[in-house]
């Protein structure tokens, strides 16, 4: 089997993964966890592709900027959680609707 | 090869112990590891920039974040503990997704790979970063400026009435 399709082959195992703990879980932490595994998975895919296509050059640049908007996703997810907590006491996704305008 | 497999398996196994994990914080310090084993196939594969930036970024910055929210709810979670059934059957169902996707994603991905169309290696990063895409830096700029004052819109000043 060529390298890339096995690599490719883990990086949709590892997405699977992360979806499911999306879907699985109503902690708002543990769905940003979810986030995080799939964007891994996002991150791998693209390193890989630069690699295979010989633009690792461009794929990190863009890599770069992926980084970069999962940290403000990532804060701005907690902000919420921390902000749910202390309106709610608690973690719970469900309780997200009542920030509704 | 061999190391580089590994890599990707270590990565598979630091995810599902990320999710399966029962407490908060071992769920956050799995998916540090996760950015290691990431930031080590970058390595691996030839991009040190990727790999510093992942390191630094997200097994240190976003890391220490997830930890400062867990220690708050640490309490919380602790008493009153999510449903772990649907948790269990994870490793189940990522056996049969391994399985089934076995006999259709390599052939698939196979067929992928023959279309890449391979490029000139591009130069430099520091000609990517700073020549090809300078007006990106400014929107990069500008949304790390629209996370920060969402965090403050989030929790704005409370003023004494």
């Not at chain 1, 970069?68 to 701005?76: D, F, L, M, P």
Request: hydrophobic letters at 60%; proline letters at 2%; aromatic letters at 12%.
């Amino acid at each position: 089997m060529n390298v890339f399709a096995l690599d490719w082959y883990l990086i949709a195992l590892i997405m699977f993964i992360g979806f499911y703990c999306m879907l699985a879980s109503r902690s708002i932490v543990r769905q940003l966890v979810g986030l995080e595994i799939v964007s891994k998975a996002a991150m791998l895919a693209l390193i890989s592709a630069g690699a295979l296509t010989n633009n690792l050059v461009y794929a990190q640049a863009i890599l770069i900027t992926m980084i970069v908007i999962e940290v403000v996703v990532v804060a701005t997810g907690l902000a919420l959680l921390v902000k749910n907590f202390r309106l709610h006491g608690a973690a719970d996704i469900w309780n997200l609707d009542s920030l509704k305008g | 090869m061999i190391y580089h497999t590994l890599l990707f398996v270590l990565t598979a196994v630091f995810a599902l112990w990320a999710v399966m994990a029962r407490k908060l914080l071992t769920s956050a310090i799995m998916l540090a590891l996760v950015s290691i084993t990431v930031s080590l196939i970058f390595f691996d594969f030839g991009a040190p920039w990727a790999g510093v930036f992942e390191l630094s970024v997200c097994a240190g910055l976003i890391t220490v974040l997830f930890i400062g929210a867990v220690s708050l709810i640490r309490d919380h979670d602790e008493k009153r503990p999510e449903n772990r059934s649907r948790f269990h059957a994870l490793p189940l169902a990522a056996a049969i997704f391994a399985i089934a996707a076995w006999f259709y994603l390599p052939a698939f991905f196979e067929e992928l790979a023959g279309w890449a169309r391979v490029g000139n290696g591009g130069g430099t990063i520091g000609l990517a970063l700073w020549e090809m895409r300078r007006p990106d830096l400014l929107g990069q700029v500008l949304m790390l400026a629209a996370g920060v004052f969402m965090i403050k819109s989030i929790f704005p000043r409370r003023t004494q009435k």
